[in-house]
């Protein structure tokens, strides 16, 4: 986590949980090629795990 001492103990319960879905564009002039390293970053199977241990939930587990 991105704070020392805290740790992720897991979801929320779902009454309370507040789910924020985030999409990726590329706008005229932008950089492609970061976009693409995100968009690539945010699917790659291999950081499941890590991403999973910052509370996020991985959009590769549902492909």
């Known amino acids: 986590m991105p704070i020392d001492g805290i740790d992720y103990a897991g ?3 779902d009454a309370i949980q507040k789910i924020t879905i985030f999409s990726t564009g ?3 002039g932008g950089n492609k ?3 693409q390293r995100l ?3 945010l699917l790659a199977t291999d950081k499941i795990e890590l ?3 910052t509370g996020l939930d ?3 587990k549902d492909l």
Do not use: Q
């Open 58 to 60: 991985s959009v590769a």
């Open 39 to 41: 968009i690539n970053y």
């Open 11 to 13: 979801p929320l319960p």
């Open 51 to 53: 991403i999973d241990t």
């Open 26 to 28: 590329l706008k005229r």
């Open 33 to 35: 090629m970061l976009v």
